[in-house]
């Protein structure tokens, strides 16, 4: 529901009407009514529950300031309202029975539809009181504060109006009449109570052990069991050998949830995979398939642009010709008939593959008939079910560290459990995700052991018991939003800060401590819909993305989770996929939230143009449909998405839409939003992306004043109006854009409309190169915004500093410096930003960030420092500190040992403990340092315990295009336990590279002097390109996979003798190659060992 500001404090007097009919009396009694009335809506639209929250004590009061005489013109209303509130409780454990019923149950599915029906017209009508008290508050109550919304006013401003008074409080009367009929029916139904009423309490998790797993901690080496090393590397080999055929098919088979996916994807991402094949295409295979869509998809993951093309015969042509320039590999995930293989891909992949042999398909599948009608004669894998001790390592490793110990203890219930899952490890993973969610207790876990749901019969086959009981155990809350990733399509992406807004804007966010989502306590919903985000994904319900992104993870729906998940919602949620398609026009339930994945047609189009209850249309690219007029069918939509579209005359009608919370614009071809947006006054979330026609934000934007989230980052927004500061409610504002007006009395700046913000949790400012002034910056009041957890400072000027006149240069640059001075973080912030900075020096609190007021940073990415000559010394005592990025610094020539130097910590006593430097740092990255010369780090001594030597933590680096001759000792130590991930390019100076023994996978590039690799003694792959001088590579006995790239090298390196991989790669020269071809050959012999060699010119 919309956000409500506190009601203005009047008077008595004031607040009472001076008169009173019968009919206003009827409308207030009515609304008091409906509003306890919906709490019997419960588990299903908890949003009602805040409503209550803050409407009922206001309705409450008015009743008390009327006289005696008028409550009795209630008829009767009193007596019904104290009787709903008797009967509250026992309704809202009658709706848990309901739940379940309603799966196999037809009639209870009946009455759970009415129930919900009759809620969402009630928060319908409660929006248009809003909306009319809104009105006549702006025409008549000018001298209030303009941005104060009270939850009282819109019932007074509705006894003022008796024509408005009439027409809702008929409407009101017609809902009342609905849930009167609705709770008679349940008494009919005879629910049982005790289901409700008897839950068992769960003892609740502490808040820092239930959110460990955090983004950055989730382990997918270990998520999935350890199996999957063993088959991975199997199904590997099987790709990359036999290289004489022209096209080869490899299979995965197994029932759904048993991993096939998971291992298709590990497959697809392997460094050997990698560097085998020049193109690498994902294609999900659904059961009803569309042709045009399944050729685009394949053209665009080759890196191609299919220009929306319609004929299937020419798009097969250009997958042809593109996948004949290279060796190809092709996943073909989740078959469930050859018809896609048949009717669509074989022509073009077979074509492809007389030019390219040694191309391949994986298929993943159900169905070993299927795997043969593809021609999988080569390999079938099948996956098996895990066994007893498996599944119970699977199932520990669910659950956060801090449960762990000791949970051996409770081994025999956990094996129970276990059965249950029958190996599967979907399942099992699930279950864990609910155990980790209660207290690692035996009473806890029987509770789960003996839970009902797992009794539950009569369930179709889209539902998994084991996932029922999940599903049964989130909150009402956390149920709807479970339900709404749904909504997007397979294979799609669940962005955190899309989703998160959505389901904010939907109502399905509840604040902390029963406040109300209509009150002025909803500066928690996202810090809250957060929590919602992380629980799903600790509960392994949504699975998150290996990507980094400086707003977090994105995730993925399994597919049988999002099956169960699509039954459940079925009622209420359509996603126009090809396999749904030709039901379009079946749906008879009045659809609320509708995805159109997939190019639709027009006639197609008209018909879902009918479900005009809807509360969410999010529609992808589809060149087809022609929006505009057609928005007029859905007036009652929270949640808008368009992408690639006909905008058409959108623009005009997007302001008819008076419910609209969140609004997101792709690709389109508009050139600003509507100038009447006041219109739109519930819009809380603005996003615009690929609109390159929009310029400017429309003056009147001004006037929404519940705007809480707003991204113009990839949109082409120069400027913002003047006032832009009074926009208070914002929490996450990317894309500001800083821009300086000189004319006028003193000027303006962009920038000093940040300073009222005080609300924003994420902030990106940019252009900050057109700061005249550091008192501009210093209006922004930066430091001062308690709630600030992400901050990206940007500059864009940096590039031309090279040009400018020196003395102009030196200018500019103490300006920035002064401006960035004034953009001190606050202390809460966990992402910080910086790119484009061309001063000489970093601000002082960048020198002062590892002091007290920043304990609590996680990211650190600095970007284009181009004038920079020093990096910060009090980076590593940063204690939260888990990614670090420092890109393109040309003018740093030295690191000293300042940089990862330990600290002494004092215990009290006397006694002094050493703290390593950059204890929790697990990424780092530092890039195109071009005049870095010197890495100043010596091992630390044998004294010094393991945990205390500098970034213990330190799993993934990538250092490249310096100067630096060597790696430290202090990096390159025997002691170092957690770095499993090397990449090294284009250092022109490095000569060895030695002693990383953790090491698992290495990649060099473009190291010219680089004469040894040695002391890798876990490392298992490795890809070398254009190191002409490299003579030794020893130390690798566990070697499993070589990529050797260098189309200048005349003869094979002689360490090639010398070490054993099951797989090498060779890209050389058509010479070398053609040495090659014969067995007898000195070259050849330096390779006959290797059970598996590909050469490639």
């Known amino acids: 529901m919309s956000p409500c500001l506190p009601p203005l404090i009047l008077n008595r007097e004031s607040t009472r009407p001076k008169r009173s009919t019968t009919l206003q009396v009827e409308f207030v009694g009515s609304l008091y009514t409906h509003v306890f009335a919906c709490i019997i809506k419960g588990t299903y639209a908890r949003a009602m529950s805040a409503i209550l929250g803050a409407l009922a004590p206001y309705v409450k009061k008015l009743i008390a300031d009327m006289t005696e005489e008028e409550v009795h013109k209630m008829l009767g209303v009193s007596s019904e309202i104290g009787k709903l509130e008797r009967n509250t409780e026992s309704l809202k454990y009658f709706l848990t029975d309901a739940e379940r019923r309603r799966i196999t149950d037809q009639s209870v599915q009946r009455w759970v539809m009415k129930l919900k029906s009759a809620m969402y017209d009630a928060t319908n009508i409660l929006d248009i009181c809003q909306l009319e008290a809104e009105k006549r508050r702006d025409s008549k109550c000018g001298n209030m504060e303009e941005n ?236 098996s079910l895990l066994d007893e001790d498996d599944a119970w390592s699977l199932l520990k490793k669910q659950i956060s560290p801090n449960q762990v110990t000791g949970i051996d203890r409770l081994k025999d219930i956990g094996r129970e459990i276990l059965k249950k899952c029958n190996g599967l490890p979907l399942a099992i993973k699930v279950m864990g995700g609910l155990l980790s969610t209660r207290y690692p207790s035996e009473h806890e876990w029987q509770v789960v052991l003996n839970h009902p749901a797992w009794s539950v019969t009569g369930l179709p086959p889209e539902l998994d018991n084991r996932l029922y009981l999940s599903y049964e155990d989130l909150s009402p809350q956390l149920k709807q939003c479970f339900l709404y990733c749904s909504l997007f399509p397979k294979g799609q992406e669940i962005l955190y800060l899309q989703i998160t807004s959505m389901w904010i804007s939907e109502g399905f966010v509840q604040p902390h401590n029963g406040s109300s989502i209509t009150s002025s306590h909803d500066d928690q919903l996202e810090e809250v819909a957060y929590e919602y985000y992380k629980d799903l994904i600790k509960r392994n319900l949504i699975e998150p993305t290996e990507e980094f992104r400086e707003t977090g993870y994105g995730c993925t729906m399994h597919d049988v989770v999002r099956s169960f998940a699509e039954f459940m919602t079925r009622e209420e949620s359509l996603v126009v996929v090809q396999e749904r398609q030709a039901n379009v026009g079946g749906v008879t339930s009045p659809v609320r939230r509708l995805c159109i994945g997939q190019t639709i047609s027009e006639a197609e189009w008209v018909i879902l143009q009918k479900h005009k209850s809807l509360r969410t249309l999010i529609i992808m690219p589809n060149p087809s449909i022609k929006l505009g007029e057609a928005l007029g069918s859905f007036s009652f939509l929270r949640v808008l998405y368009i992408e690639g579209v006909d905008s058409g005359s959108l623009v005009h009608f997007l302001s008819q839409l008076k419910h609209l919370r969140y609004l997101e614009l792709w690709d389109l071809d508009i050139s600003g939003l509507p100038d009447d947006i006041d219109k739109m006054k519930f819009l809380q979330h603005i996003v615009l992306g690929g609109c390159n026609k929009l310029t400017h934000l429309p003056s009147k934007i001004l006037k929404l004043s519940r705007l809480r989230f707003l991204n113009i980052t990839w949109a082409n927004v120069k400027v913002v109006p003047k006032g832009f500061g009074g926009l208070t409610s914002l929490r996450k504002l990317y894309g500001f854009p800083v821009h300086t007006e000189m004319e006028g009395n003193g000027g303006w700046c962009s920038l000093e409309e940040i300073g009222p913000l005080s609300q924003l949790r994420h902030l990106e400012l940019r252009g900050l190169e057109n700061v ?326």
């Open 148 to 383: 104060v919304v009270g939850c009282l006013q819109p019932l007074l401003f509705c006894l003022r109006n008796p024509v408005f008074s009439y027409k809702i409080g008929n409407r009101i009367k017609e809902l009342n009449q609905q849930l009167d009929d609705i709770h008679k029916e349940a008494k009919d139904f005879k629910f049982d109570i005790n289901i409700g009423s008897n839950l068992e309490l769960r003892k609740p998790i502490d808040v820092e052990q239930s959110s460990q797993k955090m983004a950055s901690e989730f382990n997918h080496s270990t998520i999935v069991g350890d199996k999957i090393e063993k088959d991975t590397k199997e199904l590997v080999h099987e790709l990359i050998t036999n290289d004489n055929l022209d096209i080869k098919v490899v299979s995965i088979v197994g029932m759904g949830g048993i991993g096939k996916t998971t291992l298709a994807q590990k497959i697809f991402k392997e460094p050997t995979i990698e560097g085998h094949f020049k193109k690498k295409i994902w294609l999900s295979i659904t059961q009803h398939f569309n042709e045009i869509d399944l050729l685009r998809t394949a053209i665009k993951h080759c890196g191609e642009d299919h220009g929306w093309e319609q004929d299937k015969t020419l798009l097969m042509r250009t997958l042809t010709d593109i996948l004949s320039k290279g060796r190809f590999l092709l996943v073909m995930d989740d078959m469930w008939g050859v018809e896609a293989w048949n009717h669509v891909l074989s022509v073009p992949i077979i074509n492809a593959s007389h030019k390219q042999p040694g191309s391949r398909i994986l298929i993943t599948t159900r169905f070993e008939d299927l795997a043969w009608k593809m021609r999988a004669f080569f390999h079938q894998h099948h996956v």
């Open 772 to 1097: 005249s002034a550091s008192s501009w910056a210093e209006k922004a009041m930066i430091s001062s915004k308690r709630h600030l957890s992400i901050l990206q400072l940007r500059s864009s000027s940096s590039r031309y500093m090279g040009i400018m006149d020196e003395v102009v240069k030196q200018q500019q640059q103490q300006v920035v410096e002064k401006v960035y001075e004034e953009l001190r973080p606050p202390p809460c912030i966990e992402n910080l930003l910086i790119e484009g900075f061309f001063g000489r020096r970093l601000p002082n609190w960048m020198m002062e960030l590892a002091s007290s007021a920043f304990k609590s940073l996680k990211f650190l990415t600095l970007k284009e420092l181009t004038c920079c000559t020093q990096l910060p010394d009090s980076l590593c005592l940063l204690p939260c500190l888990e990614l670090m990025n420092i890109i393109d610094a040309p003018y740093i020539k030295s690191v000293g040992p300042d940089f990862q130097a330990s600290s002494s910590v004092a215990m009290g006593g006397g006694v002094t403990a050493t703290s390593a430097a950059f204890p929790n740092l697990r990424v780092l990255y530092l890039v195109d340092l071009c005049e870095w010369e010197d890495w100043l780090w010596a091992e630390q001594g044998e004294g010094v315990p393991a945990e205390a030597i500098a970034m213990p933590a330190l799993m993934k680096m990538g250092i490249g295009n310096c100067k630096l001759s060597c790696l430290p000792p202090g990096l390159a130590s025997n002691r170092r336990h957690a770095l499993r991930t090397m990449v090294l390019y284009k250092l022109p100076n490095l000569a060895y590279v030695d002693t990383f023994p953790s090491v698992v996978e290495l990649d060099v590039f473009d190291c010219p002097e680089l004469t040894r690799i040695s002391g890798f003694s876990r490392l298992q792959r490795i890809r070398i390109v254009r190191c002409q001088k490299l003579k030794v590579l020893e130390g690798v006995p566990e070697l499993d996979s070589l990529v050797l790239e260098d189309y200048t090298m005349e003869t094979l390196p002689e360490y090639l003798r010398d070490v054993g991989p099951r797989y090498l790669k060779l890209i050389c020269s058509v010479e070398l190659y053609e040495s090659l071809l014969s067995d007898t050959s000195s070259e050849f012999e330096k390779i006959r060992h290797i059970r598996s060699c590909n050469i490639d010119f």
